[in-house]
């Protein structure tokens, strides 16, 4: 099946700073989101980006469905930010959204 | 509306004991999925549901079993509780639409520790 990895798995930041996290996965696919899963377990949409690019705020993400990869863009970061980011990925043919391995950020103030 | 609601939230298990997560959405989705999220770790797809009277394995379906009657409801079975089940079950729905694609969202998840 399709294998899906995400860099850094680990990440500290001062507040204020940017940061770019990374997913790749090994397969085509027609969807990919980006989570972001809170101190309190609590799994949050960020973006529906199967190509290009899209930004929310202090967010953007951008899919290079070609090369197999999406980045995710966090600028001014703040402490609420902390938590672990998510990729899936919805592949050609299915209705399986698999998951990458995850970054956990962690933002001091 | 309350979009998907799992119960319980927090459950203790003894080992060999059986139990239903229960999964309810009012989106009216007809994709619904359960997860499983060990601590530290991503998200595993434990079995899927395409619509009412269909579902199929998904990475990790062994010591589960699901059926789907309806189209709100995805009841998750867990039989002879193992402490390798011991987890953190999520249950999530999703459509599919021209512009936003098929869009998962998750219930808030299920605590449940064998021991």
């Known amino acids: 099946g399709i294998q899906v990895e995400q860099s850094p798995p680990d990440l500290i930041l001062q507040e204020g700073a940017n940061s770019t996290l990374r997913c790749n996965f090994s397969?085509?696919?027609?969807?990919l989101q980006w989570f972001h899963q809170n101190p309190w377990g609590q799994l949050i949409n960020l973006f529906y980006i199967p190509s290009g690019t899209k930004q929310n705020g202090r967010l953007s993400a951008t899919t290079v469905a070609t090369e197999r990869y999406s980045l995710l863009y966090i600028s001014s970061s703040q402490t609420t930010d902390s938590g672990v980011y998510f990729c899936a990925v919805l592949t050609s043919g299915t209705y399986k959204y698999i998951f990458g391995t995850g970054t956990r950020l962690k933002v001091l103030a | 509306n309350a979009g998907v609601t799992q119960t319980p939230k927090f459950r203790i298990l003894k080992i060999g004991q059986s139990m239903t997560l229960q999964c309810t959405q009012d989106m009216n989705h007809n994709y619904m999925y359960w997860y499983r999220q060990d601590p530290g770790m991503g998200l595993k797809l434990i079995y899927y549901?395409?619509?009412?009277?269909?579902?199929d394995k998904g990475e990790v379906p062994n010591g589960y079993n699901v059926s789907r009657s309806t189209t709100e409801d995805f009841p998750l079975r867990l039989e002879l509780a193992a402490p390798s089940q011991t987890s953190v079950y999520f249950c999530?729905?999703?459509?599919?639409?021209?512009?936003?694609?098929?869009?998962?969202?998750f219930g808030e998840g299920s605590w449940l520790t064998v021991v």
């Open positions: 999530a729905s999703s459509y599919s639409t021209r512009d936003r694609g098929n869009t998962i969202y």
């Open positions: 549901s395409v619509g009412a009277g269909i579902t």
């Open positions: 397969d085509s696919v027609n969807n």
